[in-house]
Nanobody
Framework: QVQLVESGGGLVQPGGSLRLSCAAS????????MTWYRQALGKEREWIASSTSITSTGSSTDYANSVKGRFTISRDNAKNTVYLQMNSLKPEDTAVYYC?????????WGQGTQVTVSS
């Protein structure tokens, strides 16, 4: 049974940091592209960052302009876990954050974790 379980969300002040985790099971983790999305209230789901599976030179990452330089995606294939380190958080980063695993026609989603940035 495929599972993606996000954790690490919460309430943080502007300028603060959070680290989200997504623990995966039920599929071959290192063969999947792992991606973080977010969805703010009343808005469409937004792509944040992706980490490709390991290549001969290591995994590669890509970021949305809105988070580039502030967020870092990483993965630990030994632990079947992908992370999102979020620094310099802004109120506009408030959203539910979702983990996604994708390979060819297969795609899986987690249940999401709420991140609220407010003073």
């Amino acid at each position: 049974q495929v599972q993606l379980v996000e954790s690490g969300g919460g309430l943080v002040q502007p300028g603060g940091s959070l680290r989200l985790s997504c623990a995966a099971s039920g599929f071959t983790f290192n063969r999947y592209v792992m991606t973080w999305y977010r969805q703010a209230l009343g808005k469409e789901r937004e792509w944040i960052a992706s980490s490709t599976s390991i290549t001969s030179t290591g995994s590669s990452t890509d970021y949305a302009n809105s988070v580039k330089g502030r967020f870092t995606i990483s993965r630990d294939n030994a632990k079947n876990t992908v992370y999102l380190q979020m620094n310099s958080l802004k109120p506009e980063d408030t959203a539910v954050y979702y983990c996604n695993a994708r390979r060819n026609e297969y795609a899986y989603w987690g249940q999401g974790t709420q991140v609220t940035v407010s003073s």
